[in-house]
């Protein structure tokens, strides 16, 4: 059960928003509405890790055990896979790698470990 209580942290609606705003541009990000993707060799992989570790570490939540972050890591990889494929599927420009999708998943899951590691140190 997800409790408000749990690890003394209480998000609001402005972080709900503040998250939902990221995923938004993130989505946004990923067919390529902010200008050219990075020119260097993994680029491309590394800005899908880091835009899916600031999900993950900002979700909205608390969580309260394991399977909640199993969850939400695997909800925020399927994000991430469904994204893939649709510019895979409609848009076709030589984006929807799946090693995007495996960087957005890998991303997810250690912000999701790091923001676990900030509770259980506070």
């Not at 990923?30 to 880091?50: C, E, I, N, T, Y």
């Not at 993950?56 to 925020?76: A, E």
Request: charged share 15%; glycine share 12%.
């Amino acid at each position: 059960m997800i409790r408000p209580d749990v690890h003394k942290f209480r998000y609001k609606m402005p972080h709900v928003c503040l998250w939902l705003a990221c995923l938004v541009l993130v989505a946004g990000g990923s067919v390529g509405w902010f200008g050219p993707r990075p020119q260097f060799a993994g680029g491309d992989k590394l800005m899908h890790f880091a835009a899916y570790l600031v999900l993950g570490y900002l979700f909205p939540r608390p969580l309260s055990n394991f399977r909640h972050y199993l969850t939400v890591w695997l909800g925020l990889s399927a994000i991430g896979a469904f994204l893939e494929f649709l510019q895979w599927g409609f848009i076709r420009a030589g984006i929807g790698d799946p090693l995007d999708a495996l960087a957005n998943s890998l991303g997810a899951g250690l912000g999701l470990v790091l923001f676990k590691y900030a509770v259980n140190r506070s």
